[in-house]
């Protein structure tokens, strides 16, 4: 099974907008998205901790309302997504692999868990594992994923992997090569695949996380 990355199904989709989420949903793939936590504890689907990189305003994700960046990714034709949005239009059909951007308190992984709590294809990642430990403690049945990236070691990788609650590992496409990794019984996804090049290479015997097919 193959994600999309931030939806961006092709170079004409721009990332993590609602428009590109549901071309992804057309053409049968599941998402893989970020969220960040607003002022006001909306959960949206952005990439960044600051606005600077895609609006060129050097403002932080937590400090303001939904409402203030709502305006200011409107007024911009790109307007982001509520992560309520992106379920909705999933209508629970296809796999939502969400990635936990920043730390999350309690509360708020609490309020993560609720608002999804009727989509059962919900998969909840993080390169910060401490989200992903903790989000275990508070509901011991949810579908979750490790995140890694070199240089982190095959080893740590490993051990890690061995926690039996933990459903997938989600790793960058440099450890594709790696056969202790590959043996892993564990479910496994690589990011980011970028062209079709390195999909027919490596689309045969892998679970990928794709975009600019």
Do not use: W
């Not at 609650?165 to 043996?183: A, E, G, P, R, V």
């Amino acid at each position: 099974m193959h994600l999309i990355h931030r939806g961006v199904v092709s170079k004409q989709y721009k990332e993590n907008l609602l428009k590109s989420f549901n071309q992804s949903f057309k053409r049968g793939y599941g998402i893989e998205t970020d969220i960040h936590a607003t002022k006001d504890r909306e959960f949206i689907c952005f990439h960044d901790f600051t606005l600077n990189r895609i609006f060129k305003k050097k403002r932080s994700i937590k400090n303001m309302k939904y409402s203030q960046i709502k305006k200011i990714s409107t007024q911009n034709k790109k307007p982001i997504p509520l992560l309520k949005d992106l379920l909705k239009a999933s209508k629970n059909k296809y796999p939502l692999f969400i990635e936990i951007k920043p730390t999350f308190s309690k509360s708020l992984l609490q309020k993560l868990l609720k608002e999804t709590s009727k989509f059962s294809k919900c998969v909840f990642i993080s390169f910060k594992h401490q989200n992903i430990y903790n989000l275990l403690k508070i509901k011991k049945k949810v579908k979750v994923g490790l995140s890694f990236s070199p240089p982190t070691s095959i080893k740590t990788i490993i051990k890690k992997s061995n926690n039996k609650k933990i459903y997938t590992l989600i790793l960058d496409k440099f450890f594709i090569k790696s056969k202790n990794i590959q043996d892993l019984k564990i479910k496994k996804y690589y990011y980011t695949i970028k062209s079709k090049l390195e999909f027919n290479k490596y689309n045969e015997n892998n679970n990928l996380i794709l975009e600019n097919l």
